[in-house]
């Protein structure tokens, strides 16, 4: 591990709080002006998943910083005019055209693997298929190359599929957008700018850059925060970290013992205090500012987990409890859904009864968002929650 300096900035917890909040976006006037775009390239990375519920995650990343921004119009800044694509990051995520060169490291390591978990039968053949194509025939889906599925179970991808999967993988061919929902692949060529087209950046200048860029979106973060922002391993951190121009320091808190511990800050986070309204708003699951279940309970003292995937009956929250971000704190969460023009919080909880403003003002914004004309509590953790919140919405309606 490298030697780090010795830190010279000490943080209370609350001041690395307001710090995140005001790196992610969430504390200070929104940048109108940058708009999605202005926020995909603050963040680094929005990730993408299948569930939608009031709308897919990468739609509520924009919406939970902005406002009521046209769903339409998210779609557009991401996946036009050559300004985004998608790869690994986090997860599968949208990143900035820029990042494309940053991203050379995992494409070689792909590479250099030779497979992903689904093994080519002749891989020489399948890809140049896939690559010829493209080259003829423009953007495509893998329905348009030849289909995704081979007939079987439904994990079980076409040849076709698993070249094309590989190829982007690798960096032989992108994803420029999503079509209803399917992705759409290209070549580099026609997709990433001239000036980006590269793998020149070696491991240890792509990892340097990755790491910077991680820190400035978290604004102060601990060495697994900055590895997991892009998916890195401790040991990439620590092998780029002293060269990253992030700064050693130490939160009040943050230690295994709830003393002082180690941390790295973006140092145009620490040069100024945060200051600026709080965004009151619901966030998905994936959102940057919670996806790292330790950071949340380290930072906001609120445990949360997606639980879509877990059976019904052992749901304590909701199949995609969405947590409530209200004065730059988690106050609560609501499991969302609509029935026609209602939206219906099918369950919810506070932390605070000073909470059921709050939560009742982000479900009116969200309901407004996607089209519908009113809310109804179904359930919740104790039926004064239920009536407090009830009540409020009313009052603002």
Request: with cysteine; glycine share 8%.
């Amino acid at each position: 591990m490298t030697s780090t300096p010795r830190p010279t900035v000490s943080l209370s917890a609350d001041e690395a709080r307001r710090i995140a909040l005001r790196a992610q976006g969430f504390l200070g006037a929104p940048d109108r002006r940058g708009g999605v775009r202005g926020v995909l390239r603050h963040l680094g990375a929005v990730q993408l998943d299948t569930i939608s519920v009031l709308a897919r995650s990468h739609e509520l990343i924009p919406y939970a910083r902005l406002g009521a921004v046209g769903r339409d119009t998210v779609e557009r800044a991401y996946w036009s005019d050559r300004h985004a694509f998608e790869y690994w990051s986090h997860a599968a995520c949208v990143l900035p055209i820029e990042e494309w060169p940053h991203f050379a490291f995992r494409r070689r390591a792909r590479r250099a693997r030779g497979h992903r978990w689904h093994v080519l039968r002749d891989k020489e053949r399948s890809t140049r298929a896939v690559l010829d194509r493209l080259k003829a025939d423009g953007p495509l889906t893998s329905t348009q190359l030849g289909g995704a599925k081979n007939g079987g179970e439904w994990f079980e991808w076409s040849e076709t599929k698993i070249a094309v999967e590989w190829l982007l993988d690798t960096g032989e061919v992108v994803c420029s957008e999503r079509r209803g929902w399917k992705r759409v692949y290209d070549l580099p060529g026609r997709a990433v700018p001239d000036a980006l087209l590269h793998d020149d950046l070696d491991d240890h200048e792509c990892l340097r850059r990755l790491v910077a860029l991680a820190g400035h979106s978290l604004g102060v973060g601990t060495r697994a925060d900055i590895a997991d922002y892009h998916r890195l391993k401790g040991d990439q951190v620590d092998a780029v970290i002293a060269d990253s121009g992030l700064v050693p320091v130490t939160v009040e808190g943050w230690g295994r013992d709830r003393g002082a511990g180690a941390a790295w800050a973006d140092p145009a986070a620490l040069a100024s205090t945060p200051r600026g309204r709080h965004r009151t708003t619901l966030l998905s699951p994936f959102d940057s500012l919670v996806w790292d279940r330790p950071r949340t309970e380290r930072i906001f003292d609120f445990t949360h987990r997606l639980e879509a995937y877990v059976p019904k009956p052992k749901r304590i929250h909701g199949y995609f409890a969405m947590p409530l971000l209200a004065g730059g704190r988690l106050q609560g969460r609501v499991d969302p859904a609509r029935e026609g023009s209602t939206l219906v919080a099918r369950q919810l909880s506070l932390t605070t009864p000073k909470a059921a403003r709050p939560m009742a003002e982000a479900l009116l914004e969200a309901a407004s968002w996607v089209g519908c004309d009113g809310v109804r509590v179904e359930r919740a953790g104790a039926p004064a929650e239920a009536a407090a919140v009830t009540a409020e919405l009313a009052a603002l309606t």
